[in-house]
């Protein structure tokens, strides 16, 4: 039998990691470390430097996508909400989210609010915490309001990990996610340069995996996937260059980006596990590292619909912003089935798109949607209007 290539290697680890429902490779990890606890955390940003200075394992929540059937799920939820937060109690009810010691939930929207109420009923020896991000811009408040925050989940998570957070600790955590957030940069930065050499099904699944394991075996694979890529030219493919927004909370199902991709364009950009970029380069080492996290995030947070923007005008530039730093022909809208906070800020992102110019197109989807022959005849056509027309 053939041996795999070691690009191959890393997207076959990847995807047995991103597909496990059971979480195979976190509780491995936890078995092989007698004391050491996990803490799970929902889209879209949670601030995993205090998680692993704490000495627990950060691991990211994300449903069950289209490979878990909804039962008990559905008794908790009306139909009119997105599917994230059903499948993420199917997951809890099931039994397959039992090695968490705490669940972080981030304010992205009433429904993820609510989610971290129904948590605590349903798993009441389980520490639940909503993390209520700071917004309205970068203030000086701001960053001391999220220092205290901050400051009060590293002293509960070093209690329930019976390790106190040290500033030594959450520097050496700090690097580390520096790191991180270097290689994800790079990763992107290829893909954006060559699309066809790094498909976006193969990064998100990387990415996806690199969520569930620790963070060193993430680093390891990243950098041979990198390796493998620089090693192959591939072949280079006329496809329309598109930037896909609004699936930052709800993952796409991964058929649903191989989709766009094989009908004629290559994801250049995207918000898909925004929380890997929430934080735009690198948080300083010097100093107070609460400070410096806090600052971090209140200053150079990642524009996205779950961040307040004062400007009015804001929201509609953002787009045009985009599309130019990428080079991208044109911006495919594609956010979850009633997820408020993309659906809310499309209008002004539209807007922004047409006033520019901007060729685009926008459908919405869910973790379990099986219409991916309609977006691929959308994405198709959408690619060849690109190719004859451009945005005229």
């Keep these: 039998m053939t041996e795999p290539s070691p690009r191959a290697a890393v ?26 606890k996990a803490a799970g955390y929902l889209p879209v940003y949670a601030p995993r430097e205090i998680v692993r200075a704490a000495g627990m394992l950060p691991v990211g929540v994300h449903g069950g996508g289209d490979r878990l059937e909804i039962i008990r799920g559905d008794a908790f939820y009306q139909s009119y909400i997105c599917h994230l937060p059903r499948s993420v109690i199917e997951l809890a009810q099931s039994g397959r989210l039992d090695f968490l010691s705490a669940v ?22 389980v520490y639940v915490r909503y993390l209520d991000l700071p917004q309205g811009g970068a203030s000086e408040l701001a960053a001391e309001f999220w220092k205290e925050e901050l400051g009060v989940l590293a002293a509960d998570l070093g209690r329930i990990a019976g390790r106190a957070v040290t500033g030594d600790s959450l520097r050496e ?32 699944l990387l990415l996806r995996a690199g969520e569930t394991v620790p963070l060193e075996a993430f680093v390891e694979r990243a950098r041979a996937y990198l390796a493998a890529v620089e090693a192959d030219a591939g072949r280079v493919r006329d496809k329309a260059r598109v930037v896909v927004v609004g699936a930052f909370c709800e993952p796409p199902p991964i058929g649903l980006i191989k989709t766009v991709e094989r009908a004629g364009c290559s994801i250049v950009d995207d ?40 400007d009015p005008e804001g929201k509609r530039r953002l ?11 044109g911006v495919i809208f594609a956010s979850a089935s009633f997820c408020d906070p993309a659906l809310l800020d499309r209008p002004m992102l539209r807007a922004g798109a047409e006033a520019a110019c901007i060729p685009c197109i926008a459908f919405q989807f869910a973790e379990n949607t099986g219409q991916f022959q309609q977006f691929r005849e959308q994405a198709g056509t ?3 209007a690109i190719k004859l027309w451009g945005g005229e």
């Design 271 to 310: 918000d898909f596990l925004l929380g890997n970029r929430m934080i735009d380069g690198d948080v300083p080492l010097d100093g107070d590292p609460l400070g410096a996290l806090a600052r971090a995030f209140v200053g150079r947070a990642v524009r996205n619909s779950t961040l307040y923007e004062a």
């Design 382 to 384: 959408f690619a060849d």
């Design 173 to 204: 955590a700090i690097a580390a996610y520096n790191a991180v957030r270097s290689l994800i940069r790079e990763l992107y930065r290829v893909r954006r340069e060559t699309p066809w050499r790094v498909p976006s099904e193969e990064l998100y």
């Design 11 to 36: 997207v076959d680890w990847a995807a047995q990691i991103a597909e496990d429902l059971d979480f195979a490779a976190a509780r491995a990890h936890l078995a092989e470390n007698p004391g050491r």
């Design 104 to 125: 972080l939930f981030p304010a992205t929207c009433d429904v993820i609010r609510n989610l971290s109420g129904t948590w605590q009923l349903v798993s009441p020896e």
């Design 319 to 329: 787009i045009g912003e985009r599309v130019a730093a990428a080079r991208a022909d």
